[in-house]
């Protein structure tokens, strides 16, 4: 049945402050919890800090104190929520566990929006992230094995392959080579604009925890993997947000915004095994159809607009799913391995003049060796092997198959 936001009422703003205690939630259990539960709290934990961060930004582009004030009460009411999603994480999930699960959130999450997006240059954009990302999960499970002797298939549980993607050490790109061309706000298909506000807010929030935690550790090769890594997020976020057209206002951006979250709480409300955390997603999205109200009231009010001319009758009939994307993200790599960008264009390694830019901040960012090399060589020289969970098979690319220690 198609479900329209708009048509419904939430629970009003004024009415969904919580208590300390409702905010403390129990976490779940790291050892019996369904990856794709733990992938779904880092997902809406990014989110609702992207929805507090625009709103902040918002409020310090306005004069207008009634907005203001309106942005200021949904900005708490988030920030709550962000408490209660983020809270599910336990503390005796190390920081590197719960990177290991936002590595397994980049890939599924990457791969299943591009397998469900209509536009071409958008779908492009996330495949050639997706490979970098999936190179990072590799790159932290031989971190989490070389520290521990861990092994990051018991928190993937074989759902998501572990084995090379681009290597993060051709990962590293000159800023101008990161910025993308933009979809057009009048003719964008909405799903496509959730997409890439989804993968944006996802993005920013693996760059911030790296940015965060990449001092959590004494072993410097832990600290320089995560100074690596969290560059290319900044990347990543660079990459995405250029995709968004700078064309909406503010106030606009703030409709999207809470219409997104309402999209996303109902469609980890649809999977949500744990019936404790699916109330979470229930209770969540309810309260985001109340925030989307007084967000429509103000585009109205002060722009004169119908929020129901620029957004859909109804949510997409497809929620945003966590699932095994094995095959197509073999399919990826097996075609798009040595892509690297060109300004606005996507090319081959091989098609790159050797004077271009992409090869002097390689050598810059390269000189001395890359964490992320050095990560896979010393797991190989402690272990024998690295570490890999191909659970299809031999690698695609023949290169990127196992070497051994000598
Ligand atoms: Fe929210
Ligand atoms: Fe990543
Ligand atoms: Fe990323
Ligand atoms: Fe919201």
């Known amino acids: 049945m198609a479900f329209n936001p708009l048509d419904e009422q939430g629970i009003a703003v004024e009415d969904q402050f919580r208590n300390w205690s409702e905010l403390n939630v129990t976490p ?20 609702e800090v992207e929805s507090i961060l625009f709103s902040h930004q918002f409020a310090r582009h306005t004069d207008n104190l009634e907005l203001k004030r309106a942005l200021a009460t949904s900005r708490r009411v988030d920030a709550q929520q962000q408490k209660a999603v983020n809270g599910l994480n336990p503390g005796e999930q190390m920081p590197l566990e719960t990177t290991l699960g936002y590595e397994q959130v980049a890939v599924d999450l990457t791969a299943w929006l591009a397998r469900h997006e209509p536009d071409p240059m958008l779908r492009q954009a996330l495949d050639f992230a997706l490979l970098e990302d999936f190179d990072h999960l590799y790159r932290y499970a031989n971190l989490y094995d070389l520290m521990y002797g861990g092994h990051a298939e018991e928190i993937t549980q074989h759902l998501t392959e572990i084995t090379p993607g681009r290597p993060t050490i051709v990962e590293h790109r000159h800023p101008h080579d990161e910025v993308r061309p933009h979809f057009e706000t009048h003719a964008v298909d909405p799903l496509s604009r ?24 004494i072993e410097p090769i832990a600290r320089g993997l995560y100074a690596e890594i969290a ?7 660079t990459h995405y947000e250029s995709l968004l057209d700078p064309l909406d ?9 809470e219409y997104n979250e309402v999209y996303l709480y109902w469609s ?3 999977q949500e095994s744990d019936r404790r955390i699916k109330a979470i997603w229930d209770l969540h999205c309810n309260m985001e159809i109340g925030q ?28 945003v799913t966590f699932e095994p994307n094995k095959d197509y993200v073999r399919q990826v790599l097996a075609d798009q391995i040595d892509l690297r960008a060109d300004g606005i264009d996507y090319v081959g390694v091989d098609d790159l003049p050797s004077s271009h830019r992409y090869f002097e901040y390689q050598a810059t960012v390269n000189e001395g060796g ?11 020289d402690k272990r024998g092997t690295e570490h890999r969970d191909e659970t299809e098979g031999d690698h695609p690319i023949r290169d990127l198959r196992p070497q051994h220690a000598s």
């Not at 539960?37 to 997902?43: K, S």
């Not at 959730?194 to 550790?217: K, L, R, S």
């Open 28 to 47: 779940y259990d790291k050892h019996t919890v369904d990856p794709y539960t733990r992938t779904r709290v880092i997902l809406m934990n990014g989110i």
């Open 370 to 380: 890359a964490p992320s090399e050095q990560v896979v060589e010393q797991t190989r």
């Open 292 to 319: 989307l109200q007084v967000a429509c009231d103000f585009m109205r009010r002060l722009e004169g607009r119908e929020p129901a001319e620029m957004l859909p009758p109804a949510l997409p009939d497809t929620p």
């Open 231 to 237: 560059l290319i997020e900044e990347q990543h976020v």
């Open 194 to 217: 959730m997409h890439v506000m989804t993968i944006v807010a996802a993005e920013q929030q693996t760059m911030n925890f790296y940015m965060n935690h990449g001092t959590d550790w």
């Open 268 to 270: 980890m409300l649809q």
């Open 249 to 257: 206002s503010w106030i606009a951006n703030w409709v999207f915004h």
